[in-house]
Nanobody
Framework: DVQLQASGGGLVQAGGSLRLSCAAS????????IGWFRQTPGKEREGVSC????????YYADSVKGRFTASSDNAKNTVYLQMNSLKPEDRAVYYC????????????????WGKGTLVTVSS
């Protein structure tokens, strides 16, 4: 069975940092692209970042560029999202998702999803 397990969410003050982890199991890890998405109540799920495991290329939404960094530890089959300078508007449930491709799809274009982890940013 394939599984994605996101963790690392929590409560942080504005300006603070969190690191999310996404542990992948059952996949051929180096053939994946893994994306981070987030969703708040009443809003569409939005893409935050994507990392292509095979070549390490990363992509970011404009709203998080310069503040968030995606990385992977291929030995651990784990992707990380380092989130710095957090803002109240970053508050959301964060999901990781995977696809066998060099590129991430949008929120409806990923094939495998993990359960979310809640990030709360207090002002």
């Amino acid at each position: 069975d394939v599984q994605l397990q996101a963790s690392g969410g929590g409560l942080v003050q504005a300006g603070g940092s969190l690191r999310l982890s996404c542990a992948a199991s059952g996949f051929t890890f180096n053939e994946l692209s893994i994306g981070w998405f987030r969703q708040t109540p009443g809003k569409e799920r939005e893409g935050v970042s994507c990392i292509s495991i095979s070549d390490g290329r990363t992509y970011y939404a404009d709203s998080v560029k310069g503040r968030f960094t995606a990385s992977s530890d291929n030995a651990k089959n784990t992707v990380y999202l380092q989130m710095n300078s957090l803002k109240p508007e970053d508050r959301a449930v964060y999901y990781c998702a995977a696809i066998y491709s060099n590129f991430c799809g949008g929120p409806y274009g990923m094939d495998y999803w993990g359960k979310g982890t809640l990030v709360t940013v207090s002002s």
